[in-house]
């Protein structure tokens, strides 16, 4: 990489580090905000940046396409507007010296793209749902000490808190038998897996019928949070599956089925889109014409152009999830826009080339 492709390397690269970050932070926040009513559960707020945390990977994902294509159009135009593009084109340095940065970012953020839809994202998302499902059902006690976590006709109580879901001194009532009531004393206890682990305690039973009390004392007692509060996992959605889960089949479920794989087939085409972008807003303003001024116009039409193809591919995605054939037809329309831009930019180039040759002979 020579110091030409260095420096424009890294104002693209510094721009889109910056307009993603601006732009994931507020998506963040407005998509964070549907799960305010999280924090009525007794969820600390350290506790809910990193429930919503989870959700800025796909964030990222759809915005850096967009963000890195519009920064290499504001930097291509800065480059014009300082007279730069003028010297670069009368020290005879070839266009494509000026797009091969710009192609360099492109295909490391297409390579995370992939890493990100195969293996990022289903991971973030199974440690959301996880999360958020322990959230709403209590079965994470809150992350501190002396509150109350119970469910039907059972409760704990946990007077210290040590991290990571350990906790000191914990009191336990149990009644969800008619006759009897259990009430256990621990020195300690551990969450893991919606397994309650209790250590050197002891068991105190009180039968109401027979009216006889029993204690026993235990080094090691075990609940399991999910039978006794009657809870059942949620359905692993298609976000939380894997790219190779995705083609499985749902048994008695086609719907399910499609929706799943029309979701492969959009996290396999959508890292493309950031070649596609790129190497238009390298043919709207890094080959415009080397004047000192270019207007914003071509700017706003690039962003109209991804507005345009990604509101269509995102549609056609969506409908694929009902009907199977528009998965090829996104295909094609992806495939279709790449060989356009990429033909835009030869054509320019060769546009350039004549002109140039032309402006020799003369």
């Not at 730069?84 to 297409?110: D, F, H, N, W, Y």
């Not at 038998?177 to 206890?189: D, I, N, Q, R, V």
């Not at 080094?219 to 894997?242: D, H, V, W």
């Not at 054939?325 to 094609?332: A, S």
Request: net charge positive; hydrophobic share 45%; charged share 20%.
């Amino acid at each position: 990489m020579n110091s030409l492709t260095r420096v424009i390397f890294f104002r693209i690269f510094r721009t889109t580090v910056y307009s993603t970050v601006a732009l994931a932070f507020c998506t963040w926040i407005v998509q964070s905000s549907k799960y305010m009513e999280l924090l009525n559960n007794n969820l600390s707020l350290a506790r809910f940046f990193r429930l919503t945390s989870f959700l800025s990977i796909d964030i990222i994902a759809f915005l850096l396409p967009i963000t890195l294509a519009v920064s290499a159009g504001f930097v291509y135009h800065r480059l014009a507007e300082s007279n730069q593009m003028v010297v670069l084109q009368a020290s005879g340095i070839a266009p494509q010296r000026l797009l091969t940065p710009l192609m360099e970012l492109a295909l490391l953020v297409c390579g995370y793209l992939y890493v990100s839809n195969a293996y990022i994202s289903p991971t973030s998302w199974r440690e959301f749902r996880r999360i958020e499902f322990n959230i709403k059902n209590n079965i994470e006690p809150p992350e501190n000490a002396g509150r109350i976590f119970s469910g039907s006709n059972f409760s704990v109580y946990a007077q210290k808190y040590y991290g990571e879901c350990v906790f000191g001194n914990i009191f336990i009532i149990d009644s969800r038998e008619k006759e009897k009531t259990y009430t256990l004393f621990a020195a300690k206890g551990t969450i893991s897996n919606n397994i309650l682990t209790l250590s050197n305690g002891e068991r105190l039973e009180v039968n109401f019928s027979g009216h006889k009390n029993s204690v026993t004392q235990f080094q090691s007692y075990i609940y399991n949070l999910k039978e006794i509060l009657n809870i059942q996992e949620a359905q692993t959605r298609p976000n939380e599956k894997f790219l190779t889960e995705l083609l499985k089949e749902c048994p008695g479920d086609p719907s399910k089925t499609e929706e799943q794989k029309a979701l492969f087939h959009q996290k396999i085409l959508s890292p493309i889109l950031a070649v596609i972008f790129s190497l238009m807003a390298f043919f709207l303003v890094g080959l415009a014409p080397y004047v000192r001024k270019i207007t914003y116009s071509r700017i706003a039409f690039l962003i109209m152009f991804i507005i345009v193809v990604q509101g269509s591919f995102l549609a056609l995605a969506n409908i694929a999830a009902k009907k199977e054939f528009f998965n090829y037809i996104n295909y094609v329309f992806v495939f279709v826009m790449l060989l356009i831009s990429i033909l835009a930019v030869r054509e320019k180039h060769w546009q350039k080339e004549r002109g140039t040759n032309s402006e020799k002979e003369v």
